[in-house]
């Protein structure tokens, strides 16, 4: 569908004249063939990805090595300026690795198939439902956003008190104990470095979704990483979580993780 | 009142210098910390508080503490507790400093710490810690200010006073009840997740700081004409012996549930606190050192003839001292990070310029104290 500038005007100044907003237009819009291309044209920019409710599947089955893990990773740290600390005391770190058993722990037992204890698993933030890091904050630095659950982190509001480092029960959150900058590896002047005394962790690349793109991770994982609406029955992620057997982090906590594992993947399930 | 503080013997000048010293070293220190950042510190990802949250969370119990004088001089007229409740009082003022001070130093962007009244957030315990920390604050400097000029003029303190020191009963429980909320009501950290934290803190509140209170009577009575009294000091004792046995009870129902239920998330912190965990043993040393100075502390206070005699009860009394200072500090703080959410042990040791900031927090805390107390003792010599 063409429609430019002109044509949205008097659908959307029409719409708001019946008292129907701006939704309206919008609706007509996507009624046509192709709404991305005629967003596109309006406004100059890409759709922005929007859900109710973002959440992400790890089929662990399309993990073959530790390089599948390591373009994500990488992808990740390119695009958020995440350092790279010479010392483990200071490191910052968004999205990595680990075994089952500190992966999941309390969910391991020894007679696991070893592929399984031995293989590595990808760790992010959840972005719970019910996250007990927002909970804390004493400032709101760090609030889920309504439009789309996102636990969201403002760098320039958080005090660096590290009450949510400690509400975090899934270790998903990093501080700035010294200056980043000089451990960037190739700094992306598209995103913020941060400063010291703040607290920093994954986003679901919102920055990114706002472009229309998906997360930089879910961009390298070879379909490994399946990122969709979890309120959404239609959406690809939630297929795929009714026909397959999916664990969570420690759900014992009542955080409600968003981000789902296939242990044995897709085809296995 | 404060020109009490400006005149004093060669002494009391040195001892002032002596604390502007080790202040001076803890700025230098702490700016430091200001230009590289908290990396400075030995805290890291998996332990992200350290010393100073332990020394915070410890010296808020001392503040609490004042709450054991109060309770018997002003609600029963516990006449005995007349001359010591002011220094009681006061050493809540210079405990509630250093809580403060060192939720300061703790802070990653200090600059900003003015977001908390910014961006008021009651979902979070911490603004509900300040506010009880800092009106606990105001409340005894009012309070003891008042009652202590009213003493100089040898009248009876104003009726509005009254209101404020019930009021300042209560808020004496709150500041350690949300400061036990702080930890108790995190998932997934399981030596913070118990019930009774917020009656294990204060039974060790009320063990510590009357200890500590005494102590300085004790100083004071050598370093001036202010006595607080033989029989003041003997039932605080007795107050301290009570509160240290609901202590030490209280301890032992945290081991039970955790060992006797075997699950191994409750047991993991202690397992690493007393025994060491996949090669650590960082804290065991000092764990025991607490086990033994709180039991022999205990019995100490308990044993009428030692408690009765005042060459042996200083010794009980840094005992019990020691002991909540580390079980409540380093103990609690550090033991609630390890293992860390993986499962994983990261160990912990506090670094020089660390050390150094602590001592400099500390060193303002006993500046404050030791003018305080200069100004209530200038008041006492004078009206005695």
């Known amino acids: 569908m063409s429609i430019n500038r002109r044509q949205f005007i008097k659908i959307a100044g029409f719409s708001t004249i019946l008292g129907i907003g701006g939704i309206t237009a919008i609706d007509k819009m996507k009624a046509g063939a192709d709404e991305t291309s005629a967003v596109q044209q309006i406004f100059g920019t890409p759709t922005p990805l929007t859900a109710k409710r973002w959440g992400m599947v790890v089929d662990l089955s399309k993990f073959k090595s530790a390089e599948d893990y390591q373009k994500c990773i990488d992808a990740c740290d390119q695009a958020h300026n995440v350092p790279l600390f010479p010392n483990k005391k200071d490191e910052v770190k968004w999205i990595w690795t680990d075994t089952f058993e500190h992966t999941f722990p309390g969910a391991e037992n020894e007679l696991l198939p070893e592929a399984i204890k031995e293989k590595n698993y990808l760790l992010l933030c959840n972005h719970c439902q019910n996250p007990p890091c927002v909970r804390v904050c004493p400032t709101k630095a760090t609030f889920k956003r309504k439009s789309d659950g996102i636990v969201m ?103 409600q993780p968003s981000v789902y594992y296939l242990i044995g993947g897709i085809e296995n399930a | 009142m404060l020109e009490k503080a400006t005149v004093g013997s060669k002494k009391y000048w040195i001892w002032i210098l002596f604390l502007l010293a080790i202040i001076a070293v803890g700025v230098f220190n702490y700016l430091r910390q200001f230009t590289y950042g908290l990396g400075i510190t030995g805290m890291s990802r998996d332990v992200s508080w350290g010393f100073y949250i332990a020394q915070f969370t410890f010296l808020v119990g001392v503040a609490a503490s004042a709450v054991m004088l109060v309770i018997p001089y002003y609600l029963h007229h516990y006449k005995t507790f007349g001359r010591i409740v002011i220094l ?89 009840t949300v400061t036990a909320f702080l930890y108790a009501g995190l998932p997934g950290r399981h030596l913070w997740l118990t019930a009774i934290m917020a009656a294990r803190f204060l039974s060790s509140a009320f063990a510590a700081g009357p200890a500590l209170l005494i102590l300085l009577a004790m100083i004071v009575r050598k370093v001036s004409k202010f006595d607080a009294g033989r029989e003041a000091i003997q039932s605080l004792a007795k107050i301290v012996a009570y509160a240290m046995a609901i202590n030490v009870f209280f301890f032992l129902l945290e081991i039970f549930t955790a060992f006797y239920s075997g699950i191994p998330g409750h047991e993991l912190p202690l397992k690493y606190l007393f025994f060491g965990l996949d090669g650590h043993t960082e804290l065991v040393p000092f764990m025991w050192t607490a086990v033994v100075l709180a039991f022999l502390g205990l019995a100490l206070l308990i044993y009428p003839e030692t408690r009765k005699n005042e060459n042996v009860l200083p010794y009980a009394l840094v005992a019990v001292f020691v002991a909540t200072w580390i079980d409540k500090g380093m103990g609690l703080v550090v033991g609630g990070f390890i293992p860390n959410p993986f499962e994983r042990v990261t160990p912990y040791t506090p670094t020089l310029p660390e050390l150094s900031i602590t001592l400099g927090v500390y060193a303002i805390g006993v500046l404050v104290l030791t003018v305080l107390y200069k100004v209530a003792i200038g008041v006492k010599e004078q009206v005695a």
């Open chain 1, 153 to 255: 982190m403002d760098q320039h509001r958080c005090i660096g008190c590290r009450f949510c480092m400690a509400a975090c029960p899934f270790g998903a959150r990093s501080f700035n104990w010294r200056d980043p900058k000089p451990f960037i590896k190739q700094e992306n002047p598209e995103y913020p470095a941060r400063g010291i005394g703040v607290v920093e962790k994954c986003t679901f690349c919102a920055e990114r979704l706002v472009r229309g793109l998906k997360p930089a991770c879910v961009e390298k994982s070879n379909g490994g990483l399946i990122f969709g609406d979890l309120e959404d029955p239609n959406s690809e992620v939630r297929q795929i979580l009714a026909k397959n057997y999916s664990i969570r982090r420690k759900p014992e906590l009542g955080t």
């Open chain 2, 88 to 176: 009681g009082e006061f050493l809540a003022v210079s405990a509630v400093t250093m809580c403060i001070l060192f939720i300061f130093v703790d802070l990653g962007q200090p600059m900003r710490v003015m977001n908390v009244i910014l961006h008021p957030t009651p979902n979070s315990v911490m603004f509900w810690d300040m506010i009880v920390l800092l009106g606990y604050l105001t409340l005894n400097i009012v309070i003891g200010w008042t009652t202590l000029g009213a003493e100089r003029k040898e009248v009876p303190p104003p009726a509005w006073v009254k209101p404020l020191i019930y009021l300042s009963v209560p808020w004496a429980v709150s500041i350690h």
